[in-house]
């Protein structure tokens, strides 16, 4: 079986880490940590820190270094992906959204290995939103690349593309947005379908009367729980 390549390291990657390491491991709490995995469903350690003060410590981490080029990010996040403790993932996205302006397009191939490697929704949802959303917009291009992520067999590549305009508003372009929704419409798994309720309903807050129309429209092709996060705030949805 073949192994992953060990992650790039940079001294400033190098050196975030082993700063996070030394906040985390005293603030460690195992009766909270062991609270967060069953939360999780048990498929992540946890330190057991919570965001307050996980932020804090990240925040004080990262105070000492540079700005990161985009060799740093990709160190920074692939090095935290590869520890078993969630918050180490939760970091690194948090470093990832304060810097990703500075990346060029190739980097959405590193931010993929986060999206389908410890996949859920805590980290997918955030680097969705706040990393791809970012390089998307400043990257168009890369627009093709999430044409084969939502038609791909990765759920979490799938719902990646259908979150990624969550922070667009006005910018948002509603031709993607309901064409990827319609694309992954008749999947079964709760997370597209949540998804796709999700994006409708963000946009919603843009434009209303375009996501109710849709969701006329397109009644019997979307499924029940796509309709009614999609509707939430809108009214008239009846189950």
Known sequence: MAHPPPPPRTALADGFLHALTAGFEPARDRA????????MRDQFKFFGIQKPDRERITRAAAAGFDDPTQTDLAAVALGAWARDEREYQYAAV??????????GPGFLDIVRRLIINRSWWDTVDDLAANVVGPLVSAHPDLRATLDRWVDGDDLWLARTAILHQLKYGDETDPEVLFDYCLRRAGDPDFFARKAIGWALRQYARTDPDAVAAFVADHDPALSPLSKREALKHLGGWTA
Not at 32 to 39: G, R, W
Not at 94 to 103: A, T
Request: glycine fraction near 6%.
């Open 94 to 103: 948090w470093y990832l959204r304060r810097n990703i302006d500075g990346c």
């Open 32 to 39: 909270k940590a062991a609270a967060m995995s069953a939360y």
